[in-house]
T-cell receptor, first 114, second 116 residues
């Protein structure tokens, strides 16, 4: 039973365009959501997060949107760059942050083509 | 080093053997986590240590899995009588009290375990 779902295993985008990565969750108790980025043979690195009391958080080219009623969040990357090509994991927590037991989705592999 | 260090980076073992995986967290980080990623799957939580509190072992898949942590330093994940389904990348992460509210975990590069 997946509590965090990333239904698109892959996404291909042209350089300069917007990349939109989607994530759905089922547990309404989740109150913190995070995106991690992973390159091959490396550990995941934290990208951006959002608390459930907000609906948007922006950091440079990266923006995360949260729609609590739909239990949906998305990561927007604009403009996309070839160096953004990686696997992106959505994660959720039920206790306001790093309390362990972050629930991760299966990831979406983003390919940004020059 | 400045980051989370894991060893070995690769381990191939025969079914039924025991393996130990080691994690050196970032100095000063009070929290340490073990996750695993099986092929085509997301990151699966295994165990979490926070300071001197009792560890959260709720993610360990069976009693063949155990982990220890000495104070706020090194942790060892032990898998006894390995099975082929244990094949995965085992990822360790640490975080500090400052990162507590952002949920930012710092991951190592992982230990890839292959059970033949």
């Amino acid at each position: 039973d997946q509590q965090v779902k990333q239904n698109s295993p892959s996404l291909s985008v042209q350089e300069g365009r917007i990349s939109i990565l989607n994530c759905d969750y089922t547990n309404s108790m989740f109150d913190y959501f995070l995106w991690y980025k992973k390159y091959p043979a490396e550990g995941p690195t934290f990208l951006i997060s959002i608390s459930s009391i907000k609906d948007k958080n922006e950091d440079g080219r990266f923006t995360v949107f949260l729609n609590k009623s739909a239990k949906h969040l998305s990561l927007h990357i604009v403009p996309s760059q070839p160096g953004d090509s990686a696997v992106y994991f959505c994660a959720a927590s039920g206790d306001g942050g790093s309390q362990g037991n972050l629930i991760f989705g299966k990831g979406t592999k983003l390919s940004v083509k020059p | 080093g400045a980051g989370v260090s894991q060893s070995p980076s690769n381990k191939v073992t025969e079914k039924g053997k025991d393996v130990e995986l080691r994690c050196d967290p970032i100095s000063g980080h009070t929290a340490l986590y073990w996750y695993r990623q099986r092929l085509g799957q997301g990151l699966e939580f295994l165990i979490y240590f926070q300071g001197n509190s009792a560890p959260d072992k709720s993610g360990l898949p069976s009693d063949r899995f155990s982990a220890e942590r000495t104070g706020e330093s090194v942790s060892t994940l032990t898998i006894q009588r390995t099975q082929q389904e244990d094949s995965a990348v085992y990822l360790c992460a640490s975080s500090s009290a400052r990162d507590y509210n952002t949920g930012e975990l710092f991951f190592g590069e992982g230990s890839r375990l292959t059970v033949l």
